[in-house]
């Protein structure tokens, strides 16, 4: 999570968790809990959802992935954003999946580019929940379609 904003504490991090429970609940997906198999330890959250207001993938599908530091580089979060990424496609009537990040964090772009996501320079936007100027506030974004999953799946 070195990219998405400040250490949260237990207040902030129970809001998010509920919150994903809400959207589980009224549109049956959100960020999923990543668990190991070999141990049930907790690894992070991926999954899809809608994307955040004020935004340019604004009510569009949104996959995203945040994972513990210890986890990073094991394959862990590709994983996940497959199956969150074949889920989507199965279960919901969408034409395109989408994400986006901040340029610095090249492992969260690099991951979407070889998911087969494509960038989209022209929706580069400023993020809401950061001010002006701030190093997180600048975004890029990144899509793949149903075709492009369709035909890198086969």
Not at 70 to 84: L, N, T
Not at 99 to 116: D, H, K
Not at 117 to 142: K, N, Q
Request: net charge negative.
């Amino acid at each position: 999570m070195e990219f998405i904003g400040p250490l949260m504490d237990i207040a902030e991090a129970e809001r998010i968790v509920t919150g994903q429970i809400l959207n589980q609940r009224l549109f049956g997906h959100c960020f999923w809990p990543i668990e190991r198999r070999l141990d049930s330890a907790f690894l992070g959250f991926c999954g899809v959802q809608l994307g955040p207001v004020d935004t340019p993938i604004e009510g569009r599908i949104e996959i995203g992935w945040h994972l513990v530091h210890d986890s990073w580089g094991q394959g862990y979060a590709r994983e996940a954003a497959v199956a969150s990424l074949a889920w989507g496609f199965a279960n919901l009537p969408i034409d395109a999946i989408w994400s986006m990040t901040v340029p610095a964090n090249t492992r969260s772009w690099g991951l979407m580019e070889r998911l087969g996501m494509v960038r989209h320079p022209d929706l580069d936007f400023d993020h809401p929940a950061f001010p002006s100027g701030h190093e997180l506030s600048t975004h890029i974004t990144y899509s793949i379609t149903r075709e492009q999953w369709t035909a890198q799946a086969s």
